[in-house]
């Protein structure tokens, strides 16, 4: 079982989290999340357990237990498996989301479709960069998700930014074809239940000259370089990441192919 540690103080590493774990039950792996450049923490980090009923009592015996100085966070989270490297990937991406959105290809004016964007991490970097001439679609199957990014929004200035509801499992959206410059998947493929549905419906709404980012998170490079290789909507046109660091899941870029009928 996974589980994310959260309030860990930045003299804490590794050693001492298994020390802390191992006490409840086997540890089989932790990782606490570092910064990609600077190798400082970034508070939180992940420690697997080899069943449920190991990391429930960690859960029970561990949450709100201080390590080191700080109260610490013990729980399951939503999505169990993680590959190498994620989540410092996300972190970083996160933390340079204007200056890597803008070197994928962003630029003022752009129509942009977020979709998955969730509270708006992608959506925001995404309004300012497209300016008052641009527009983005923010589509997510929570309202909540939503109106938090309504509420940020609004908050910024932003009146830049439409968002649309999507069903859990209807990937269809109420917008026109060849509507949207650039596509972005990001943290959320691994959600979809049907994915090659999915594809079929973002090569409709992309334009023709446009192009599909995708970040598979939980799901890994390789797996959906295959998938994408499997249908004939999308072509690879190149991947990004930190110079240097390597991840099983990177941000990667496709072009619209050219169907003839």
Wanted: hydrophobic fraction near 40%; charge should be negative.
């Amino acid at each position: 079982m996974l589980l994310k540690v959260e309030g860990i103080s930045d003299q804490i590493g590794e050693d001492k989290l298994n020390e802390v774990f191992s006490k409840i039950g086997v540890v089989e792996s932790v990782v606490v999340i570092r910064d990609i450049y600077s190798g400082k923490s970034k508070g939180f980090g992940f420690v697997q357990m080899p069943g449920q009923a190991e990391g429930e009592e960690a859960i029970r015996h561990l949450n709100a237990v201080v390590v080191g100085g700080l109260q610490i966070s013990v729980k399951a989270p939503k999505h169990q498996r993680l590959l190498q490297g994620e989540m410092e990937f996300k972190e970083w991406f996160t933390d340079n989301a204007s200056e890597v959105l803008r070197r994928l290809g962003l630029k003022e004016g752009m129509t942009i479709l977020d979709y998955g964007c969730g509270p708006g991490r992608f959506t925001i970097p995404c309004a300012k960069i497209v300016g008052r001439n641009g527009k983005v679609y923010a589509a997510d199957a929570s309202p909540s998700a939503l109106g938090l990014l309504k509420k940020e929004g609004k908050d910024k200035g932003l009146e830049n930014i439409e968002t649309v509801l999507c069903g859990d499992s209807d990937v269809t959206m109420a917008l026109h074809d060849q509507s949207a410059d650039v596509i972005l998947v990001y943290d959320v493929m691994h959600e979809i239940g049907d994915k090659t549905g999915l594809l079929k419906e973002l090569y409709r709404i992309l334009k023709q000259d446009g192009f599909l980012s995708i970040f598979p998170m939980h799901m890994g490079t390789e797996k959906m370089l295959g998938m994408i290789d499997k249908c004939d909507s999308f072509a690879f046109r190149d991947r990004y990441g930190p110079f240097g660091y390597k991840t099983e899941s990177e941000i990667l870029n496709f072009k619209k192919v050219t169907r003839s009928f």
